[in-house]
């Protein structure tokens, strides 16, 4: 990709209103803009970085026998009726009136719409479990967003929903998407823990929460060596030992990216969601919930990804591959055979504007991609400049062609 043609508004400056550093460097690198509080549009930036997120997300999913649907993001009144969460969910929820008068919501959560979809056809033992899951834009009319990425009003989430004939059936689901989490995170290269949760307006008996560790995050969370669990449900002081025995009590604040729920019957009972066993007795679905922020993730990763005014993806997610900083016009021709070569094998990005190196420089310090390759004076004598990582040597040009 030629970066004359890739629309990245940077700004020189910091942009006013930006309280943490994902939020700076999202407006300032380009990556987003916003158009009301708590609304942002994804540029070309974020948006590849937000499809490879979501690619991770597929993966891991689809390996432990997953399928993705895609829901409605208007919802009917009735269906919230029918699971009694119309009025209980609260002012989040963006009400509004089609012509008709009708009363609709925008997305908050899609546990009736999911519940709607699988009551007719889980009819029978025979069809479950089943585990069913979206990539979509929710909405929830918070009353303070802030942080840009991390408390939106608009924002992209993956829920996942399984249905079963036992409990033990859920618990090993909910064991397998909780290892589907941990690979997940992993391979964002995230420090994380798994703790012990509200399950607040989604309901169940059981749910945990995946806390990205930072100091940015609204939740604050206690841990030993293995124990660990968000305050609001239970609290141990400082340097305490930790209930299982097993290392001092720590608090840490954290980021929710990811939250798990063992939901039981919350949803088909009053939603009339049965099945047929195999002695033709009639029970209520058993289901969990799964919920991922895909676009906190984003910001999650720049809190613990942006070192000494550095922004360096996690390889995986990582914009492009490769960055090829031409910083001399004489050398642009080299720098476009070297992209020829490269594009081949590689996503890259090529800087071929007609700016001066200190704009360059500053621009590939906020895109953050790990490789770069550098071409200015020392190209006469077959020289440039690579760097991974920020650790930079000089290599010659015919080394390229081996990469």
């Known amino acids: 990709m030629k970066q004359s043609l890739l629309f990245v508004p940077t700004l020189r400056e910091n942009p006013k209103d930006t309280e943490i550093t994902s939020h700076k460097i999202l407006v300032k690198g380009g990556y987003i803009k916003q158009v009301a509080a708590g609304v942002y549009v994804y540029l070309p930036l974020a948006l590849r970085l937000l499809s490879k997120i979501e690619k991770i997300i ?117 064991d397998k998407v909780r290892n589907a989490y941990i690979n997940i995170l992993n391979r964002l290269e995230l420090d994380y823990r798994i703790v012990k949760a509200n399950s607040g307006a989604i309901g169940g008996d059981k749910s945990e929460e995946f806390m990205v560790l930072s100091e940015v995050g609204e939740d604050t969370i206690c841990f030993g060596d293995e124990f660990a669990a968000n305050v609001e449900v239970v609290d141990y002081p400082d340097g305490s030992v930790a209930p299982d025995g097993k290392g001092i009590i720590k608090h840490a604040k954290g980021i929710e990216v990811g939250h798990i729920f063992n939901l039981g019957t919350k949803y088909s009972i009053p939603m009339k969601a049965y099945y047929v066993d195999q002695d033709q007795v009639k029970k209520p679905i058993i289901m969990g919930c799964y919920g991922m922020g895909v676009s906190r993730l984003l910001m999650a990763v720049i809190e613990q990804h942006y070192v000494n005014d550095i922004m360096s993806w996690p390889i995986e997610i990582s914009p492009f591959e490769y960055h090829i900083i031409v910083l001399d016009e004489e050398y642009k021709n080299l720098g476009f055979k070297i992209y020829d070569y490269l594009k081949t094998k590689y996503e890259v990005l090529i800087d071929d504007r007609d700016e001066r190196a200190g704009v360059k420089f500053n621009d590939a310090d906020l895109i953050g991609i790990k490789k770069r390759i550098i071409i200015g004076k020392k190209a006469k004598d077959d020289i440039v400049e690579f760097s991974e990582s920020n650790i930079k040597s000089d290599i010659n040009i015919k080394d390229i062609y081996k990469m």
């Open 58 to 174: 597929r993966e891991e999913l689809n390996s432990i026998g997953c399928s993705e649907l895609l829901m409605s993001c208007l919802q009917p009144k009735d269906l919230w009726v029918e699971s009694g969460r119309f009025e209980s969910f609260g002012k989040e929820m963006m009400r509004l009136y089609d012509r008709h008068e009708r009363v609709f919501c925008l997305g908050p959560t899609h546990e009736e719409i999911i519940t709607y979809c699988v009551r007719e056809y889980a009819n029978s033992y025979k069809k479950l479990p089943l585990a069913l899951y979206q990539i979509q834009t929710k909405f929830r009319d918070e009353f303070r967003p802030r942080y840009g990425l991390m408390r939106c009003r608009e924002f992209i989430m993956k829920d996942l929903y399984t249905f079963h004939t036992s409990v033990d059936d859920l618990n090993l689901w909910y």
